[in-house]
T-cell receptor, first 116, second 114 residues
């Protein structure tokens, strides 16, 4: 069975500081990994994804994520946080060996708060 | 493209009433997903369709919930009768294929059952 965990309900950072939002996953095969962001009263927006290849994935708005197979992690990072980055962030996984069955499994979400 | 369109954006109803949520996916997308988001349970997949055919409805909570996709450009999620515990934000999403293809989400319908 596949699962994803976001161990922090909330992350607080000061504007200009680096930020990390943590995600760990469990799949039986190779993973497809995603990060989505949800701003208040909006739907989820795609940020970035890992399929294969380079472990460091770059996405929208200056975000990046590092795939670490040995630690089964896919942490979201940004070198310098902005107040406008404040939102709810979701990590999601799908087993790449799932064939035509199965969809994304989403984490519970992590609320990021960036203070001026 | 206008993206995924959902209506209504907000719905307030009384317990026992029928509720119908609507979704128009992005043109050309073969997959359509219905999700429910609550504080307690997070984001849950209810059902998804491929080429208008339901593929996995294991997330549908009860027989009170039903979903249809009569054509490639329209889907409904119906709750009959509604209960207060159905209060949530319901999202529709669409994609060309299953992941790793990106899913595109609509703005959601915020449902409150009194």
């Amino acid at each position: 069975a596949q699962s994803v965990a976001q161990p922090e309900d909330q992350v607080n950072v000061a504007e200009g500081n680096p930020l990390t939002v943590k995600c760990t996953y469990s799949v039986s095969g190779n993973p497809y990994l995603f990060w989505y962001v949800q701003y208040p009263n909006r739907g989820l927006q795609f940020l970035l994804k890992y399929i294969t290849g380079d472990n460091l994935v770059k996405g929208s708005y200056g975000f990046e994520a590092e795939f670490n197979k040995s630690q089964t992690s896919f942490h979201l990072k940004k070198p310098s946080a902005l107040v406008s980055d404040s939102a709810l962030y979701f990590c999601a996984v799908r087993d790449a060996d799932g064939g035509s069955q199965g969809n994304l499994i989403f984490g519970k979400g992590t609320k990021l708060s960036v203070k001026p | 493209d206008a993206g995924v369109i959902q209506s209504p954006r907000h719905e307030v109803t009384e317990m026992g009433q029928e509720v119908t949520l609507r979704c128009k996916p992005i043109s050309g997308h073969d997959y359509l997903f219905w999700y429910r988001q609550t504080m307690m349970r997070g984001l849950e997949l209810l059902i998804y369709f491929n080429n208008n055919v339901p593929i996995d409805d294991s997330g549908m909570p009860e027989d009170r919930f039903s979903a249809k996709m009569p054509n490639a450009s329209f889907s409904t999620l119906k709750i009959q009768p509604s209960e207060p515990r159905d209060s949530a934000v319901y999202f529709c999403a669409s994609s060309l294929i299953l992941p790793p293809e990106t899913q595109y989400f609509g703005p959601g319908t915020r449902l409150l059952v009194l």
